[in-house]
Nanobody, 121 residues
Framework: QVQLVESGGGLVQPGGSLRLSCVASGTIFTIYRMGWYRQAPGKQRELVATIASSGTTDYADSVKGRFSISRDNAKNTIYLQMNSLKPEDTAVYYC???????????????WGQGTQVTVST
C-alpha cells in the first residue's frame, strides 16, 4: 500500500507564492513519475506538472514560467513552487504518482487526497 500526502496549500493574494509538497510512503520499489494535477469547481481535473525519475519535467502551458516542479528522491518527495499566482490558479491540487510497489514490471497509479489553493484578495 502506498500513501501520498500533500501539504502547503492555503490562501494567497494574486501575485503571491506558495510551495506544495507531496510525500510518498509505504511499499515502494521504484517511483517512475510524480506530478501535480488540479481541479477547479465545475471543471475537469487537469495536468499541472510532472517529473520523471530521470528529472525530465513537463508543464501545462498555463503555468509555464510561473510554476516549478522538483523532487527529492531520497525522501520520496516532490515540490511545486508556485509564483505569480493568479485567481484562475484556484483549485484543489492533487499529487499523483506512478509507482512499482513490489516488482519493477507492475506499476500502479496513486493519488493524494488533495490540498486547496485559493488565490484571492
Amino acid at each position: 500500500q502506498v500513501q501520498l500526502v500533500e501539504s502547503g496549500g492555503g490562501l494567497v493574494q494574486p501575485g503571491g507564492s506558495l510551495r506544495l509538497s507531496c510525500v510518498a510512503s509505504g511499499t515502494i520499489f521504484t517511483i517512475y513519475r510524480m506530478g501535480w494535477y488540479r481541479q477547479a469547481p465545475g471543471k475537469q481535473r487537469e495536468l499541472v506538472a510532472t517529473i520523471a525519475s530521470s528529472g525530465t519535467t513537463d508543464y501545462a502551458d498555463s503555468v509555464k514560467g510561473r510554476f516549478s516542479i522538483s523532487r527529492d528522491n531520497a525522501k520520496n518527495t516532490i515540490y511545486l513552487q508556485m509564483n505569480s499566482l493568479k485567481p484562475e490558479d484556484t483549485a484543489v491540487y492533487y499529487c499523483n504518482a506512478l509507482i512499482a510497489t513490489i516488482t519493477p514490471n507492475r506499476k500502479y497509479e496513486f493519488w493524494g487526497q488533495g490540498t486547496q489553493v485559493t488565490v484571492s484578495t
